[in-house]
């Protein structure tokens, strides 16, 4: 019973936060109802001198509405470099990243790229744009 209000009242809030027009989406999970709130990008920002290989491992960290409220290391993450996953920005070529979140920068490039983490909103559904979380972080290249 207690599982059951708690997901009326969230579900309220999120009707309430989509109908004034703050920016939030409405997710109906298909299995236990967890919902991805929050992604945070590890470093936060990192220079790739400063690691073996001139290459920086990211990682996402999420927390979610109910248990466990916090992964250490989300699965399934898309990572992109200056611009979020589903965009349709191009791609500036400042720096690269793989599947397993490793970046490098461009040789010659000098400046700071933002690295994008996105993550499944509604884990049981795949990432898409309307199914999405995005942490941020900076690479500053040399």
């Given at each position: 019973?207690?599982?059951?209000?708690?997901?009326?009242?969230?579900?309220?809030?999120?009707?309430?936060?989509?109908?004034?027009?703050?920016?939030?989406s409405?997710?109906?999970?298909?299995?236990?109802?967890?919902?991805?709130?929050?992604?945070?990008?590890?470093?936060?920002?990192?220079?790739?001198?400063?690691?073996?290989?001139?290459?920086?491992?990211f990682?996402?960290?999420?927390?979610f509405?109910?248990?466990?409220?916090?992964?250490?290391?989300?699965?399934?993450?898309?990572?992109?470099?200056?611009?979020?996953?589903?965009?349709?920005?191009?791609?500036?070529?400042?720096?690269?990243?793989?599947?397993?979140?490793?970046?490098?920068?461009?040789?010659?490039?000098?400046?700071?790229?933002?690295?994008?983490?996105?993550?499944?909103?509604?884990?049981?559904?795949?990432?898409?744009?309307?199914?999405?979380?995005?942490?941020?972080?900076?690479?500053?290249?040399?």
């Amino acid at each position: 019973m207690f599982r059951l209000r708690r997901w009326f009242r969230s579900a309220a809030m999120l009707a309430l936060l989509s109908a004034l027009g703050c920016g939030g989406s409405f997710f109906v999970a298909s299995s236990n109802g967890q919902l991805l709130i929050f992604v945070s990008v590890d470093p936060s920002v990192a220079d790739p001198m400063h690691f073996s290989s001139a290459q920086v491992q990211f990682t996402a960290r999420g927390m979610f509405n109910m248990s466990p409220d916090v992964v250490s290391s989300l699965s399934g993450v898309m990572w992109t470099i200056d611009h979020p996953a589903f965009s349709g920005m191009p791609d500036l070529g400042h720096a690269f990243i793989d599947q397993n979140g490793v970046a490098t920068c461009a040789p010659g490039f000098v400046g700071t790229a933002q690295v994008f983490a996105t993550a499944a909103a509604d884990p049981s559904r795949p990432v898409s744009a309307q199914n999405s979380k995005v942490g941020t972080a900076q690479l500053v290249c040399p």
